[in-house]
């Protein structure tokens, strides 16, 4: 079984600042890596899939990288609306989540 | 608009059984493969099942296989989880999702529903 971790598990950040949310893959997953956001009481909502293709209607200070075993997602310049936990998850043999990272208010 | 509404859940006994339903409108049902994921009250997501298009093939994590059983009926739009023999760590909010269709064979969940609580206890 494929095991995905993330780091950091709780990050404290302000609105403006460049965050960044690692993701680490057991073995390799190719591009196979997807990003979702969650607030609390909601669904899922999928950002990013293929390792760094943006969802239509994801804001563009999303961003997705890597290949591989290691992967990050980064907000450009942190905003109110993106208060939330963010999970990474590889679909390349079934399916694994990250046990979260929860990005929250300085 | 894609719109999936779960629907099922409520309190079991350990042991009991529970079927879940899923009601999918706004897409094409049948040419997109289901899924099914949950999540333990203040924890993370994890996998559940997941159905073919055609729903020919199933695939299950392994704390459920062999007691829960995905199906859906494609001519009613709706996707099904029967929970069998179920116990206390399965008591979890329940969501369906469905497939991106960007590539076959791996697939990424881009809509989900609001999702359905479960709760095992006596």
């Known amino acids: 079984d494929i095991q995905m971790t993330q780091s950091p598990s709780t990050l404290s950040a302000s609105v403006g600042d460049r965050v960044t949310i690692t993701c680490r893959a057991s073995q390799s997953i190719s591009s196979w890596l997807a990003w979702y956001q969650q607030k609390p009481g909601k669904a899922p909502k999928l950002l990013i899939h293929k390792a760094s293709s943006l969802e239509s209607g994801v804001p563009s200070r999303f961003s997705g990288s890597g290949s591989g075993t290691e992967f990050t997602l980064t907000i450009s310049s942190l905003q109110p609306d993106d208060f939330a936990t963010y999970y990474c998850q590889q679909y390349n043999s079934y399916w694994t989540f990250g046990q979260g990272t929860k990005v929250e208010i300085k | 608009e894609v719109q999936l509404l779960e629907s099922g859940g409520g309190l079991v006994q350990p042991g009991g059984s529970l079927r879940l339903s899923c009601a999918a409108s706004g897409f094409t049902f049948s040419s997109y493969a289901m899924t099914w994921v949950r999540q333990a009250p203040g924890k993370g997501l994890e996998w559940v099942s997941l159905?073919?298009?055609?729903?020919?093939?199933?695939y299950y994590a392994d704390s459920v296989k062999g007691r829960f059983t995905i199906s859906r009926d494609n001519s009613k739009n709706t996707l099904y989880l029967q929970m069998n023999s179920l116990r206390g760590e399965d008591t979890a909010r329940y969501y369906c999702a469905k497939d991106g269709g960007y590539t076959y064979g791996h697939e990424v969940f881009d809509y989900w529903g609001q999702g359905t609580l479960v709760t095992v206890s006596s």
């Open positions: 159905i073919s298009d055609s729903g020919s093939s199933a």
